[in-house]
């Protein structure tokens, strides 16, 4: 491999090959076909879990997320708070930052053509990567697939300060979601099982049933889809694929940024390190995390609304915080199940 790492992408999973390739002593050079880092829609809420391979650094940190305020079909659940903690990023400014800091030579407008196996340099040139790790998002994945749309706006909602919103939404298995941006400006979204227009007249519908929301300008409406299908992890050329790409989303949240950063760091130290990088990102903590999740969500599916309502309300919020971060520690979970029992004999099949 020479004395560089060639990673395809500068999203999380591309960061997190640079991390690991820096710590191991080789140059990563990252090839990003846009011109900057973070231009894809995301509402850029990262959990602190501790298990990041690196440090988020301070100036991306938009705010601090001290819990989240959880609603199921219109009704408050309750107040999560101590263990949902983390950060809403400037993800841009975050993935740059984090690329230099391990090294990265980064070369934008840089794209990966995965028909010749080649990048198409900025400039006339070209390269051949004949080796490295594949980080090109969701385009590139070939599991199911939902949207997600989220309205940028001006203002601050009446949201408490430091919190999120979470809105469960059964019928299309999915959720609502308030997140700050700044003081000056937040996201409205939503993400589900559903077809583009039935999720953006339900979000007009969330936005107009709240004074708070309805008051303020809306900036921009954007949406991208997620992969929410479980692992498809494989190779793209002689490129090992990770992130979403190979599937690296928490299907019962779609969290991508975390997941798809961890997965990223374990394909790039189980090639360096000549080990076998597809079953070292199967058998990783996050990668039983994403196919557990997978199982619950298939679960879910079959269960009529009622059934997945009960659900919801009868779990208690660490076992809602421990399912959602994909930690599943068994002890936790089986305390927490141990004080819901019905919630506990539906997933029970699942874990
Ligand atoms: C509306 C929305 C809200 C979301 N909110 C959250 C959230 O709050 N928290 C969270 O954790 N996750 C969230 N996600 C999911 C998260 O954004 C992704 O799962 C995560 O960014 C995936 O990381 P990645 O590195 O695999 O891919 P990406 O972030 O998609 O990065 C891939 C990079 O590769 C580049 N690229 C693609 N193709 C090529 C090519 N051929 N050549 C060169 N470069 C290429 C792209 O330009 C991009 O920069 C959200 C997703 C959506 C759509």
Redesign the pocket.
Known sequence: MGGELHI???????VGAAIAASKMGLKPVI????PK??????????PEVGDLPGRIPKDSIMSEVKGAIMYVDGEHLFEMRGFLEGYIVDKGRMLEAMAVEAGAEIVYR?????KTGE?KLPGQGRVRLERGVF??????YSGDKIL???WVMRGKPETPEGMLEIHFDTTIMGYLYV?PKDDKAFEV?I?GFSSRSRLLARLEEFIKSREDLRRMEKLRL?????GLGGLRIGRLNGLVK????AG??LPLT?????P?MIS?FEAARAMIEGSDPIKSMERSSMGRAVETQKRILDLVMKLTVEKRRELLKSLTPKAHAEIALGRLRKAVLALELAKSPRAASILLQAL
């Open positions: 395809v992408g500068l999203g999380p999973a591309g090839y990003e076909s846009m880092a973070g231009v894809k829609p995301c509402g850029r809420g990262v840089a794209k990966y053509d995965h990048v980080a090109g998002g969701h385009p590139y997600a749309i989220q997140f979204g993400g954007e949406g991208a889809k997620i990770a992130g979403e790409s690296f989303v779609g969290e991508g940024i975390r798809s990223g």
